[in-house]
């Protein structure tokens, strides 16, 4: 399985056969603010996901080659997707609605998108969302947990690889803090000067791992 980081909290799966699984496809616009812009996704895929609607997470309509579109559990091209309902805020969703935590196995890997997770998870939430091989967790605060909450979550969690989204970059004008909040005093840290990382089941690391991936577009 390869995990390649388009942009933002948009990533493509690709499996040892060959299937697409694209998650939270940006507006590229919107997630620019008054500044530069991640570039526009123009790949295909057979899958979308989109853990909420908002501009940020929600384009299908960027992604080609007609894909289906996941907003929960369900079960499609062999993939089975579990949705977990939980919120953008600490609120209850009053302030930023609800989002989906979306699992889905690729290649015997169990990977787990938080999307625009607002609070901590609780124990029901852990129980629910059980192993996790790959972790794509939001770390700039603001709109979404920060980075104590973040490390709170990936303790809850115990994944084997952390991969961080949704953090400030140089092609994001959100009002959010970068990746570096998140990384500070934590061990077992690579970064990588790609967009993309392969695992196989039976060779993820004995202890967590972060992964810090460079955005593709």
């Not at 940006?26 to 790949?43: L, M, T």
Request: proline share 5%; with cysteine.
């Amino acid at each position: 399985m390869k995990i390649k980081y388009l942009g933002h909290a948009s990533f493509m799966i690709t499996s040892d056969t060959g299937t697409k699984i694209i998650t939270d496809p940006y507006v590229a616009a919107y997630v620019a603010g008054d500044g530069p812009s991640y570039g526009e996704i123009k790949e295909s895929a057979d899958i979308v996901t989109v853990t909420h609607d908002h501009d940020d997470h929600n384009n299908v309509s960027t992604v080609r080659g007609n894909p289906e579109v996941v907003k929960g559990t369900a079960e499609v091209k062999g993939v089975k997707f579990k949705g977990i309902p939980t919120y953008h805020d600490e609120a209850g969703g009053k302030q930023r609605g609800e989002n989906t935590i979306l699992c889905f196995e690729v290649d015997g890997i169990r990977v787990c998108h938080l999307g625009d997770l607002g609070h901590r998870l609780s124990d029901k939430q852990v129980a629910e969302l059980g192993r996790v091989d790959v972790l794509l967790i939001p770390t700039g605060g603001f709109y979404t947990i920060d980075a104590k909450a973040a490390t709170q979550v990936c303790n809850q969690l115990k994944p084997k690889v952390i991969i961080p989204m949704h953090y400030k970059t140089n092609k994001c004008g959100f009002p959010i803090a970068s990746v570096d909040e998140f990384l500070q005093g934590k061990k077992d840290i690579t970064k990588l000067d790609t967009s993309e990382v392969e695992f196989k089941q039976g060779e993820l690391p004995a202890t967590t791992r972060i992964i810090v991936l460079k955005p593709a577009l």
